[in-house]
């Protein structure tokens, strides 16, 4: 491996180790918006993941997979935050 593919490994890693962090906001919260940014905020995390993999590996098609994922994320938070103020 190249040095640049242990920066992108650690960088996963590291991302990784923050989702499990996250895991505990998104269970135990204090409200419900808590939990609604918290899984934005894994969601985001897992398409970055699935970006470093991408170039790491030279794949496009995770690339493609990740732009997905982040539109469909996107729209899922707009519908949820439209949900908790109760205009669905």
């Given at each position: ?5 242990y ?62 994922y ?19």
């Open positions: 491996m190249s040095a640049s593919q920066l992108f490994a650690g960088t996963a890693f590291v991302m990784a180790v923050l989702i499990v962090a996250l895991l505990g906001r998104l269970i135990a919260g204090p409200t419900t918006p808590d939990r609604l940014v918290a899984l934005d905020l894994v969601n985001t995390l897992v398409s970055g993941i699935m970006l470093l993999s991408g170039a790491v590996y030279d794949a496009v098609v995770m690339v493609d997979v990740a732009i997905v982040m539109a469909l994320s996107f729209v899922s938070t707009l519908y949820f935050a439209r949900y908790l103020e109760g205009g669905v």
